[in-house]
């Protein structure tokens, strides 16, 4: 039962989509409207069972509203996942069909890019609806692209938790560690080695990470050695619940700070972190650079310039986040998911 499931918080709706002529399969899920239209981005991703889709919508819609919350804008939280399958390859149909159900909605749910959604997918899925955004934009407009974004605003919060658990007010000599060299973790990791830090770095394609180490005079490891690197930072960049009890007990750095979604594998993980001293950033106010840049677009509110300075009002965000749990003796994320909750009436 739908209601039974672990991760459903009360959403408001969850929509299971069929499109029999191009073979969509999809789920659009509906935490919270409580500030507005409830904005996230669509995933395509190949899933293990139908189940493993709805938990991953439900979660990733949930993180959604806290994520905007905190961001404060005025937008709720959605998410759609598209479960890839080779019987039915992406398609411009396909693409379409998912346009039209996000418009059967009627403005409750806004889309944008998640993993394995591109602009260019993005642009066909708005033929059939306007509620999409992350749409190539002018220069100095609000919008396009939010990975690049997302990546600033992990960079200003990873400084914050630098700042607050090492006591240093740049990246120079600091070691990172990043897991996931996509459009965030690789405009990550160039904006890090411009700040002087050392990096470590992984990815599934390890061509790819190889090339990165190359270029930024990093060092390459195996995807499956990143987390046991010993460094000051792990930064986790890739798909979520990545920390789970194993991964933590053996994590060697100081601080957790990446753009990954839905990071801590379940409730416990948070204090366990905790209880290792590792100081870690709330996965959805870190990474709420490419929301807040996406909503500007779709609001037509802004322009280029006040986003980044609501971006990097994430850095001071965090930083009364690590004070607040060091002053209760509250793990992060514990203090994160309160505040969001009240913002959003729960």
């Not at 493993?52 to 404060?72: E, F, H, I, P, V």
């Not at 914050?160 to 007010?169: N, Q």
Request: aromatic share 6%.
């Amino acid at each position: 039962m739908l209601f039974d499931a672990a991760d459903f918080d009360a959403h408001e709706a969850v929509h299971f989509v069929h499109d029999a002529a191009t073979g969509l399969r999809a789920i659009i899920a509906v935490h919270s409207t409580h500030l507005g239209p409830a904005a996230g981005g669509c995933r395509w991703w190949f899933y293990e069972d139908d189940v493993a889709a709805l938990t991953d919508a439900l979660r990733l819609s949930r993180g959604m509203s806290y994520k905007n919350a905190m961001a404060g804008l005025p937008m709720g939280g959605g998410k759609s996942v598209i479960l890839r399958s080779d019987a039915a390859p992406k398609s411009e149909a396909l693409l379409e069909a998912f346009g039209a159900a996000v418009d059967s909605l009627g403005g409750r749910y806004v889309t944008a890019e998640d993993v394995g959604i591109s602009v260019a997918d993005m642009q066909i899925a708005a033929r059939r609806t306007r509620h999409v955004t992350g749409l190539p934009v002018a220069g100095g407009a609000a919008g396009g692209n939010p990975g690049p974004l997302t990546a600033e605003g992990v960079f200003v919060g990873m400084r914050a938790a630098v700042a607050h658990k090492l006591g240093k007010s740049d990246f120079a000599g600091v070691h990172v560690a990043i897991q996931g060299l996509g459009s965030v973790g690789g405009a990550l990791a160039e904006k890090l080695a411009v700040g002087g830090a050392v990096l470590t770095l992984a990815d599934i394609d390890a061509d790819r990470a190889r090339a990165f180490a190359a270029r930024l005079g990093a060092t390459a490891v195996p995807v499956d050695a990143i987390a046991g690197v010993a460094a000051d930072v792990f930064s986790p960049n890739a798909l979520g619940a990545g920390l789970d009890e194993a991964t933590i007990a053996a994590l060697q750095v100081a601080v957790v700070a990446g753009a990954a979604n839905n990071q801590l594998a379940t409730p416990a993980d948070g204090a366990r972190l905790a209880a290792r001293g590792i100081l870690y950033a709330p996965d959805y106010v870190i990474n709420a650079g490419g929301i807040i840049n996406v909503v500007a677009e779709y609001l037509g509110q802004g322009d280029a310039a006040s986003v980044a300075r609501a971006i990097a009002r994430i850095e001071e965000r965090l930083a009364d986040i690590f004070v607040q749990a060091d002053r209760s003796a509250t793990p992060t994320d514990v203090v994160a998911d309160t505040l969001a909750r009240a913002l959003i009436g729960r």
